[in-house]
């Protein structure tokens, strides 16, 4: 039985974990977009910079995992790798919101920066979420506490997701330098309470392995657990849809209802993801009693279908009205929640189902595959967001208003002003750039989760009734 102690200041320390990775993830590029003089070159640039360094994040994860696994320190495996990586990263999420060179000397301290978050990041993910499968093997505890982190995930997202937008527009620069250093500090802080408060369990002498792991070691690993691989590419393929909407949502609500207004209301619909997201959570273990797994996924998977049909018909066919946007955005984040719920709770059942076959236990690699999945989709949702911000024109509009922004941080331009003619450069937009931003949001969600849903249906095979069987031959050996 796990103590309470440890049970909550491991979840809770997922708060400010999240809300720094949310910092950067959501708010990094329209940081650039919208304070940064960039030529449409050198956003490319940037654009292909982080597309590589997600991908070396991706393919780090795994080798991190490694470096865990091999990890025999008197502070546990998994405690110093959460805090060193959280301090290391802190300070870099500083610096990327704090430092300004211009033009192609911005592009080279980008590159090195970024690289150096995705990999101080890596540090603190792998340890963090490797030390959960590793607390408990009992699935009704594990059930709670993924439900009670994936709150606090919420929690910590919702935070910054919510608050930046509404402090941002007409003082960008400096609002993005004090969110970031207040972002930073909650990091720590929360990282902290995991390290001192969540005490580590020893592991199986006879599930785990005793020899140093290699690479070559790694990649069997992943191999031989068909399971982990049907999980892992599920996971990447809903981390691609689920992103983009949060990804283009900034740029919608500007460019739908304009500079002025849309921090508001990006502050409202972020307050439906909140919500939609915590209640998911809260559902997920009611709805888990009452139903399989697979018939939740199959149904949300359709209600999500239809969700993002609306969203995508929104001043085409269904009304322009931000009640209606924020009931369809509640909708689609709900759903979603569940969805990543269950994958979460798939992946670490592969880890029972790998000792189970192999009579070894690998929580660290297996974990791994999580963060390298939602990395490499970060990639590509990377990738897509700033292809289609260039390709519809998009991006050379936002760079007047930029100029404006440049112009309020140095004090030659008023809040106000910055706003009015803001504006004014936002209704410059056709119909056809708008509809582009759509498209990205809504079409190729609908393609990416739709074919994990088919995939898990497939390929995954541990349902409940199978899982109890490993854990009870598991137990008995």
Same mark, same amino acid.
């Given at each position: 039985m796990l103590d309470k102690r440890t049970k909550w200041c491991y979840t809770a320390g997922a708060t400010g974990r999240d809300a720094a990775y949310a910092m950067v993830? $959501? =708010?990094?590029? @329209?940081?650039?977009? =919208?304070?940064? +003089?960039?030529?449409?070159?050198?956003?490319?640039?940037?654009?292909?910079?982080?597309?590589?360094? $997600?991908?070396? %994040?991706?393919?780090? %994860?795994?080798?991190?995992?490694?470096?865990?696994?091999?990890?025999?320190? +008197?502070? #546990? +495996?998994?405690?110093? *790798?959460?805090?060193?990586?959280?301090?290391?990263?802190?300070?870099?999420?500083?610096? $990327?919101?704090?430092?300004?060179? @211009? !033009? *192609?000397?911005?592009? !080279?301290?980008? !590159?090195?920066? =970024?690289?150096? *978050? #995705?990999?101080? =990041? @890596?540090?603190? %993910?792998?340890?963090? *979420? !490797?030390m959960l499968p590793s607390l408990s093997s009992d699935p009704k505890e594990r059930n709670i506490l993924v439900t009670m982190m994936s709150i606090f995930i919420c929690v910590g997202q919702f935070s910054v997701a919510g608050v930046v937008p509404m402090v941002i527009a007409g003082n960008a620069v400096n609002a993005y330098r004090g969110a970031a250093t207040v972002v930073a500090l909650s990091f720590i802080v929360f990282q902290l309470l995991t390290f001192f408060g969540a005490k580590e369990r020893p592991h199986n002498e006879v599930a785990e392995a005793t020899e140093k792991l290699s690479l070559k070691d790694m990649f069997h690993i992943f191999v031989r657990n068909d399971q982990l691989i049907a999980a892992g590419i599920a996971i990447f393929l809903f981390q691609v849809g689920s992103g983009l909407l949060i990804m283009f949502g900034m740029n919608f609500f500007y460019f739908e209802f304009g500079y002025s207004a849309g921090g508001g209301l990006v502050f409202i619909f972020t307050v439906m993801y909140g919500l939609g997201t915590l209640l998911s959570q809260c559902a997920f273990p009611i709805l888990t009693k009452h139903f399989t797994r697979r018939k939740l996924l199959s149904f949300f998977t359709i209600l999500i279908v239809i969700f993002y049909v609306c969203f995508f018909l929104i001043g085409i066919v269904i009304p322009k009205n931000p009640v209606i946007i924020n009931i369809i955005g509640f909708c689609i984040f709900f759903s979603q929640g569940v969805f990543n719920m269950i994958l979460i709770v798939m992946l670490n059942n592969t880890i029972e189902y790998d000792e189970y076959k192999f009579h070894e236990r690998h929580d660290s690699i297996i974990s791994a595959v999580r963060s390298f999945a939602t990395k490499f989709a970060g990639a590509v949702n990377q990738g897509i967001t700033n292809l289609v911000l260039i390709i519809s024109g998009i991006y050379v509009i936002s760079q007047n208003v930029s100029s404006l922004e440049v112009a309020a941080g140095t004090g030659e331009m008023t809040s106000s002003e910055v706003l009015v003619q803001a504006d004014n450069f936002i209704k410059t937009a056709t119909r056809g750039q708008l509809i582009g931003l759509r498209t990205g949001m809504t079409l190729i969600p609908i393609l990416a989760i739709g074919i994990a849903l088919l995939l898990l249906r497939a390929k995954y095979k541990i349902d409940e009734k199978e899982y109890d069987r490993i854990v009870f031959e598991i137990q008995s050996r």
């Amino acid at each position: 039985m796990l103590d309470k102690r440890t049970k909550w200041c491991y979840t809770a320390g997922a708060t400010g974990r999240d809300a720094a990775y949310a910092m950067v993830s $959501l =708010y990094l590029i @329209t940081y650039i977009q =919208y304070t940064m +003089k960039l030529t449409v070159a050198q956003f490319a640039a940037i654009s292909a910079i982080m597309i590589v360094c $997600l991908i070396w %994040d991706a393919i780090n %994860d795994p080798m991190m995992g490694i470096i865990i696994e091999n990890s025999h320190m +008197k502070m #546990g +495996k998994f405690r110093p *790798w959460i805090l060193m990586g959280c301090l290391l990263n802190a300070v870099v999420i500083v610096l $990327l919101f704090t430092v300004r060179p @211009t !033009g *192609w000397a911005f592009v !080279g301290f980008f !590159g090195l920066s =970024y690289l150096l *978050w #995705g990999m101080t =990041y @890596t540090m603190n %993910d792998i340890s963090y *979420w !490797g030390m959960l499968p590793s607390l408990s093997s009992d699935p009704k505890e594990r059930n709670i506490l993924v439900t009670m982190m994936s709150i606090f995930i919420c929690v910590g997202q919702f935070s910054v997701a919510g608050v930046v937008p509404m402090v941002i527009a007409g003082n960008a620069v400096n609002a993005y330098r004090g969110a970031a250093t207040v972002v930073a500090l909650s990091f720590i802080v929360f990282q902290l309470l995991t390290f001192f408060g969540a005490k580590e369990r020893p592991h199986n002498e006879v599930a785990e392995a005793t020899e140093k792991l290699s690479l070559k070691d790694m990649f069997h690993i992943f191999v031989r657990n068909d399971q982990l691989i049907a999980a892992g590419i599920a996971i990447f393929l809903f981390q691609v849809g689920s992103g983009l909407l949060i990804m283009f949502g900034m740029n919608f609500f500007y460019f739908e209802f304009g500079y002025s207004a849309g921090g508001g209301l990006v502050f409202i619909f972020t307050v439906m993801y909140g919500l939609g997201t915590l209640l998911s959570q809260c559902a997920f273990p009611i709805l888990t009693k009452h139903f399989t797994r697979r018939k939740l996924l199959s149904f949300f998977t359709i209600l999500i279908v239809i969700f993002y049909v609306c969203f995508f018909l929104i001043g085409i066919v269904i009304p322009k009205n931000p009640v209606i946007i924020n009931i369809i955005g509640f909708c689609i984040f709900f759903s979603q929640g569940v969805f990543n719920m269950i994958l979460i709770v798939m992946l670490n059942n592969t880890i029972e189902y790998d000792e189970y076959k192999f009579h070894e236990r690998h929580d660290s690699i297996i974990s791994a595959v999580r963060s390298f999945a939602t990395k490499f989709a970060g990639a590509v949702n990377q990738g897509i967001t700033n292809l289609v911000l260039i390709i519809s024109g998009i991006y050379v509009i936002s760079q007047n208003v930029s100029s404006l922004e440049v112009a309020a941080g140095t004090g030659e331009m008023t809040s106000s002003e910055v706003l009015v003619q803001a504006d004014n450069f936002i209704k410059t937009a056709t119909r056809g750039q708008l509809i582009g931003l759509r498209t990205g949001m809504t079409l190729i969600p609908i393609l990416a989760i739709g074919i994990a849903l088919l995939l898990l249906r497939a390929k995954y095979k541990i349902d409940e009734k199978e899982y109890d069987r490993i854990v009870f031959e598991i137990q008995s050996r």
